[in-house]
């Protein structure tokens, strides 16, 4: 079986982390399943590839495609901060409602965690991708638009807001909402997972996270009834229930120390745009940081696979990055694709390189007594490790 698979290298240090990944994906199909599955890959231009061959930074040949595309894999694009063009991630995600956006955190043996007990992390996040802040609505300070914001929001609804301020407004819907706690849901039911969070900062914003909390109830009550159990319905402490999902909600601040704390008792995690971002980046510090982060986009049709870091500029050439989450998120697709045992193969060489302390500079910071080795290096071990 081929299966065509689409790829953007990236930005800064995309393309010397494809360079190393892709050889790992392939040779641990092939050791997998000796022929049976292959890839197809078709390379599509975006960010600054695409600008220098093309002028534009998302061609339409490259939208085009993606828009009849099952399965896509990416390395990190850039996005200026605070001027320039707008972020392609976000476009992407937009473009083709890639609305959920799924992280899974686990720890890996022989990385030192700040954490006492990190071998307790085994989350998954779920990010709402498509609404709240990532909509970009906002206005700069003391601008016409703003001003009149600031006058409707005044003269109109009797909300005082200082005249000098900058405005964001962040839209949520029912919609937008249950589709993604929808997600959560059935992921943590077919893979037996004991319980699905929902993170919100409800207690002060009432209509938008606290709309999100009420309406991931409301949805487990009619979709998932008897097999989703809510929290507050149980004996206190109750962490599991064979065959049934618990469902419970934190805010958003108390979940944060939570996780620290008492990582054993979360499994799944629903958030919206923003406060999702921040869970799986402070999840992944805990065990390795973004450099061994694996991450997927996905619509209801599109599953758009990526390495979660950002370019890293300063890095680009220098054959130091660390290419473990684009390797990751391949066998995360690996998965996705039903090639279970391959993307087996690459969890096992991972564990196998960093018990050897043979690792790319950020890994090494976290490891007594590793050496440090590049990019393509590292590409290598795992490679053999497999």
């Not at 487990?220 to 109750?238: D, I, K, M, V």
């Not at 799986?280 to 940081?289: I, N």
């Not at 090639?339 to 096992?348: G, S």
Request: aromatic share 8%.
């Amino acid at each position: 079986m081929k299966e065509l698979v689409y790829f953007i290298e990236g930005d800064g240090t995309g393309p010397e982390i494809w360079a190393a990944a892709r050889p790992v994906l392939e040779a641990a199909l092939a050791k997998a399943y000796a022929g049976e599955h292959q890839i197809e890959w078709q390379e599509l231009l975006a960010g600054e590839k695409a600008f220098k061959e093309t002028g534009e930074m998302l061609p339409a040949a490259t939208i085009d495609k993606l828009k009849t595309a099952k399965t896509a894999i990416k390395g990190p694009l850039g996005t200026p901060v605070g001027k320039g063009f707008r972020s392609l991630n976000v476009t992407l995600r937009q473009l083709f409602d890639l609305y959920a956006c799924i992280r899974p955190v686990k720890y890996f043996q022989g990385i030192q965690s700040p954490l006492k007990h990190p071998e307790l992390v085994d989350m998954v996040i779920f990010r709402e991708n498509t609404e709240d802040l990532y909509l970009g609505i906002e206005f700069a300070a003391q601008t016409p638009e703003s001003k009149k914001l600031i006058a409707f929001l005044r003269d109109e609804l009797g909300v005082s807001v200082d005249p000098e301020a900058a405005l964001g407004i962040k839209p949520m819907t029912a919609r937008g909402s249950r589709r993604l706690i929808r997600r959560a849901l059935q992921y943590a039911l077919e893979r037996g997972r004991p319980s699905v969070t929902i993170m919100h900062k409800g207690n002060i914003m009432k209509y938008t996270e606290g709309g999100f909390r009420a309406w991931g109830y409301a949805l487990a009550a009619e979709e998932f009834a008897g097999r989703c159990l809510a929290e507050e319905s149980l004996e206190p402490g109750t962490l599991r229930i064979p065959g049934k999902v618990i469902l419970k909600d934190r805010i958003a601040d108390n979940l944060f120390q939570q996780v620290l704390v008492r990582p054993a008792e979360f499994s799944v995690i629903a958030a919206p745009n923003l406060n999702g971002d921040y869970i799986s980046d402070a999840l992944a510090a805990q065990v390795g940081g973004l450099g061994i982060a694996p991450g997927m986009n996905m619509s209801d049709s599109l599953a758009f696979f990526e390495a979660t870091h950002g370019t890293a500029p300063r890095m680009a050439g220098k054959d130091s990055a660390n290419p473990g989450s684009f390797i990751l998120s391949g066998a995360m697709m690996f998965e996705h694709l039903g090639w279970r045992k391959a993307a087996e193969l690459i969890e096992r060489a991972m564990l196998r390189v960093l018990a050897g302390k043979r690792v790319t500079t950020d890994l090494a910071r976290q490891m007594d007594g590793a050496a440090t080795v590049g990019c393509r290096e590292f590409g290598e071990l795992l490679g053999a490790a497999l």
